[in-house]
């Protein structure tokens, strides 16, 4: 199998860059579950390529922390544990509701149009059960940050959610949390067309608050 499916995807991505995205979308799938071990050998076998892409998909994936590293024995998917819930949600706490609301502030007609179609994409993944909802649900989050972001809050905000993402999949299959979740971000992308910057600081506090009590109890 050849990793490279068209001469367009090539020259705009790398292979390490299409590996990364390959095996950290089977990593958030469960497709590759939580201690499994990622062979390098095994991977470059697969795509037919070598293993310095594959070393380098990997060292993100460890970046990210979505692999570790045991000595003498490669690398392996890492399990989610309520400790890195708990790191990583509490970081979009700080960051978050703020940038949020200068998005707001900061939003054109453009990106409001964005940001309703962007809900509009998440809450149809939702209703059927695609196993990429998580994806819809960034996509519609960053949509909210991006007009008033710099670069590295811009940066920070989407590494924060890549690495909340697989926690967010988690907690979207528990109970009827895609219901409850679908009405939070009605009420969220209305109040941000309105631009009250206060009660957008507050519902998205709340939403994200709410996920991670959430996990608490599950994880």
């Known amino acids: ?10 020259l705009n991505r790398s292979i390490s ?25 095994t991977i470059a076998a697969l795509f037919d390529v070598s293993k310095i892409p594959v070393r380098e998909a990997l060292a993100r994936l460890q970046q990210d922390g979505f692999v570790s590293v045991h000595p003498k024995r490669g690398f392996f998917v890492t399990p989610l544990t309520r400790a890195e819930a708990e790191d990583v949600f509490h970081l979009r706490l700080r960051v978050e509701p703020d940038a949020t609301a200068l998005g707001a502030r900061n939003a054109t007609s453009a990106d409001a149009d964005h940001a309703r179609m962007m809900l509009g994409e998440l809450e149809a993944a939702i209703d059927r059960k695609d196993a990429q909802r998580g994806v819809y649900n960034r996509r519609f989050h960053m949509a909210l940050v991006r007009p008033g972001a710099g670069p590295m809050t811009l940066h920070v905000v989407d590494l924060l959610n890549v690495t909340a993402d697989r926690y967010v999949r988690f907690h979207l299959h528990m109970n009827d949390n895609d219901t409850r979740a679908n009405q939070q ?25 709410m996920t991670l009590d959430d996990l608490r109890q599950a994880l």
């Open 185 to 209: 971000h009605r009420a969220l992308l209305e109040c941000w067309l309105k631009g009250s910057r206060r009660e957008i600081e507050t519902l998205t506090r709340d939403h994200i608050r």
């Open 1 to 10: 199998m050849n990793i490279v499916t068209s001469p367009e995807r090539i």
């Open 17 to 41: 860059d299409q590996l990364y995205g390959i095996l950290r979308e089977r990593i958030l799938s469960g497709e590759l579950a939580a201690g499994e071990p990622v062979r390098q050998d």
